[in-house]
């Protein structure tokens, strides 16, 4: 079955600790993102890959590290979460594309940072 | 830059009745896609609907409706005969054509639709 699984799907975290959320497609798509869902202000790509070791910014990048080594997985990492980062955030996954193809996405990771 | 405002913070409506969800777009681009997300109670994200720029003709699919008008850079949503079922929130949302972003999306606000049984 195609799918982008996420892990944790549920974090409750302390300012300052060190976290992953992992995510992995496989479906052999090139192209990867990470948003954050906020109330009022929908879903912000906070960062996205064209291919492995390829990555960059999207609107709201600070604060968050991500990586690509395989092509299948694109971690968020967050070196030290604020409160502010207090959110529900999404992977997604599509073929590269001038903007055609569906994305697929995750089924979201809630963080809370205390 | 790419823009999506969906005005329509929150609308309830009871069953059975027509329902329009709005969405308004800009870009600069003439090349562009345009989306509709719904997003359940349950949190994850589920494609409804892909639509370029080139093709206006409106959509039907069931008890839903999409009528694209590049004109007034309008995308807006119909559910007809809504159900209780169809209470979640739904996002728009403007993917332009360009190689360096990829499939980039740019998503509205969100509306959140309450059907009232």
């Known amino acids: 079955e195609a799918q982008v699984t996420q892990n944790p799907r549920y974090l409750i975290t302390v300012t300052g600790k060190k976290l992953t959320v992992t995510c992995s497609q496989n479906?052999?798509?090139?192209?990867m993102s990470w948003y954050r869902q906020d109330p009022g202000l929908g879903l912000r790509q906070i960062y996205y890959s064209m291919n492995v070791e390829v990555t960059d910014k999207g609107d709201v990048p600070e604060g968050y590290k991500v990586s690509r080594k395989e092509k299948r997985n694109f971690p968020l990492i967050l070196e030290s979460p604020s409160p502010n980062q207090t959110s529900l955030y999404f992977c997604a996954s599509s073929l590269l594309s001038r903007g055609s193809y569906e994305q697929y996405f995750g089924p979201g990771t809630r963080l809370t940072v205390t | 830059a790419q823009k999506v405002t969906q005005a329509q913070t929150e609308i309830s409506v009871v069953e059975k009745e027509d329902v329009t969800l709005d969405c308004v777009y800009e870009t600069r681009d003439t090349t562009y896609y345009l989306f509709w997300y719904k997003q359940p109670p349950s949190g994850e994200l589920v494609f409804l609907i892909r639509r370029n720029s080139f093709d206006e003709q409106n959509e039907i699919s069931g008890r839903y409706s999409w009528n694209f008008q590049k004109s007034t850079s309008s995308f807006n949503f119909t559910i007809t005969a809504s159900q209780v079922v169809d209470s979640a929130v739904y996002f728009c949302?403007?993917?332009?054509?360009?190689?360096?972003?990829?499939?980039?999306?740019?998503f509205g606000e969100g509306t959140q639709l309450t059907v009232n049984p």
């Open positions: 949302a403007l993917s332009e054509a360009r190689e360096t972003s990829g499939s980039r999306l740019t």
């Open positions: 479906m052999n798509h090139e192209y």
